[in-house]
């Protein structure tokens, strides 16, 4: 059974991504676009167009164009859009990078995706040479966002952006059309090593016109704060691409630091702000949010990872705002479901319903068998990738020949079309043949006031059996013991759900965009003592 939208489908235009988002600027070019969190530096979207052409000319003077790539390594900054837009304006495609990746992945994702150029900032150069040494790069040229060059050794030139912006080229007479590939950001996908995601530039546009289909608030008076990276394709698309569609003001932080993200709130008056779980933890629970005059925040959404209710409520009530939350995927570019703004009476344990032009359908994973209650979801529309880079394997193992994604998430869904992500295919634990999901668990132990933060992982016992274990961050003084953990989970919950080993630690390993790395969990349990 397929499920659709409950909104109308939309029309996506064949267009290129710069062509959508500036081909008419109108009494737009004079509105603050982007500005510097921390330094309060401003760009127009006058200033942001002009970039855009520049940078495009110098990659056209350089000779790239349609069917090469450029790699995009660095945080958040007010240049990451020109650099972007204006490689995907010269026909370039680009290749966001992880800013956290160390040298080897870096390398990887540099030959996987054949960039040639690496556009970075001087404070990654020490990781960026080192990736650059490796044999069988096409990498031609080093672009640094910032000029902090110095005499270090280097195995190819590195230049400022600031000087291939002051090119008197001009800009390719590139004619972009929808089929173009835009972005190759990677992920792991359901399984396995990170993979380059093909996205196409209607696969971008549609994801934009699909939200704003939803009713979003985000207008040319709206201020987004962007904390959360745009190498991720949750800030690529609803921060720094929905900021320029929308004409509204765009505040860039290039990392996550708790009282500089409620100093940039308060001073920008930022009304809507999205982040992924980890940060609504911090929201709820910590001391310093009311140090800090935020009330000017209107919407929090929360997404890349699920949200638990009754934390996004703590939120809600303690910033007095409207908190929604929504679901998508890298190979989604990628929002498939959300919550929309005028629905703030929607279960917030739920991920909201299909966008427009989205058609899902739950299928149980072991048998095939469609339009069972809880399944995987398998969702199919115009914002769905292309392909995986380099990996036809891959690709046909999540992708099927009617065009349906498979998500690897397992989910149910009301009958109002209302639907709830229970969990991932391949993370569930089997305890005594009973199915136990992490985030059910991960959910019910942050409700503790002295948990600040938990993941659970399935772990095998001295008899050969999966059990649940759970790794637990204390809030800071708590005083909390592994029998006090247990106890709690054992209360709450059914008998074969229960927590059986408990284990403190510092901090819960996550990727930049707030999932729990349970591979780095696991890696842990492995390791000799």
């Known amino acids: 059974m397929i499920v659709r939208s409950p909104y109308d489908d939309i029309d996506v235009p064949d267009v290129g991504l710069p062509e959508f988002l500036f081909g008419d600027l109108g009494d737009a070019a004079d509105r603050v676009a982007i500005i510097d969190g921390p330094s309060g530096r401003q760009m127009t979207f006058g200033e942001l167009a002009q970039a855009v052409d520049r940078f495009a000319a110098a990659l056209g003077e350089r000779g790239l164009g349609r069917g090469d790539v450029i790699a995009l390594f660095a945080p958040n900054t007010p240049y990451y859009p020109v650099v972007f837009h204006g490689a995907l304006a010269a026909g370039v495609a680009v290749s966001t990078v992880n800013a956290l990746y160390t040298p080897d992945e870096l390398a990887f994702q540099l030959r996987d995706s054949g960039a040639k150029m690496l556009v970075t900032i001087s404070p990654f150069l020490d990781r960026a040479r080192a990736a650059l040494r490796e044999e069988g790069l096409a ?6 966002l910032d000029d902090a060059r ?4 280097t195995p190819m030139p ?15 007479g590139v004619t972009v059309t929808g089929d173009d590939v835009a972005a190759l950001p990677y992920s792991s996908g359901t399984t396995g090593r990170a993979k380059g995601v093909v996205l196409t530039h209607r696969n971008l546009v549609a994801n934009l016109l699909q939200v704003q289909a939803m009713g979003t608030h985000v207008t040319a008076d709206s201020k987004i704060l962007a904390v959360l990276p745009f190498f991720h394709i949750y800030g690529m698309t609803c921060m720094m691409n929905q900021g320029i569609h929308a004409r509204a003001a765009v ?17 920008h008056r930022v009304d809507r702000v999205y982040i992924a779980p980890p940060i609504a933890v911090a929201l709820a629970k910590h001391p ?3 140090q800090y005059d935020i009330d000017c925040v209107d919407i929090v ?9 009754e934390l996004g409520q703590s939120v809600a009530r303690r910033l007095n705002c409207t908190v929604l939350q929504g679901y998508g995927m890298t190979e989604l570019s990628p929002v498939s479901h959300c919550m929309p703004d005028d629905r703030p009476d929607m279960d917030l344990g739920s991920i909201g319903v299909a966008i427009p032009n989205v058609e899902c359908k739950l299928v149980d ?9 809880r399944g995987e979801l398998w969702v199919r529309g115009p914002n769905v990738m292309r392909e995986y880079l380099n990996n036809a394997e891959a690709t046909a193992s999540t992708l099927d020949g009617d065009g349906f994604l498979h998500t690897g998430d397992v989910a149910t869904v009301t009958d109002e079309g209302i639907f709830y992500i229970v969990d991932r295919v391949k993370e569930l634990i089997k305890y005594k043949g009973y199915q136990v999901p992490p985030a059910e668990l991960e959910a019910l132990l942050l409700t503790n006031e002295a948990i600040a933060d938990a993941a659970v992982i399935g772990v095998k016992d001295a008899e050969g059996e ?7 961050v204390r809030q800071q003084g708590a005083d909390l013991s592994g029998d006090d953990v247990m106890s709690f989970v054992a209360e709450r919950i059914a008998p074969h759900k229960k927590v059986r080993v408990v284990e403190f630690i510092d901090e819960i390993p996550k990727s930049a965009s707030g999932k729990i790395l349970r591979k780095d969990l696991r890696a842990r349990e492995s390791a000799p003592a």
């Open 139 to 144: 990498v031609a040229e080093v672009v640094l």
């Open 150 to 153: 110095d005499e270090a050794s």
């Open 158 to 172: 590195e230049n400022a952006l600031a000087d291939l912006l002051t090119t008197t080229a001009e800009r390719p």
């Open 251 to 267: 505040v860039t932080m290039p990392r996550f630091d708790l009282a500089e993200f409620l100093r940039i709130i308060s001073e």
């Open 288 to 290: 310093m949010v009311d």
């Open 301 to 309: 959404f929360s997404g890349a990872a699920a949200l638990d209710a």
């Open 365 to 373: 994973p072991d048998t095939g068998d469609e339009g069972v209650e």
């Open 466 to 472: 999966e059990i649940p274990k759970a790794f637990v």
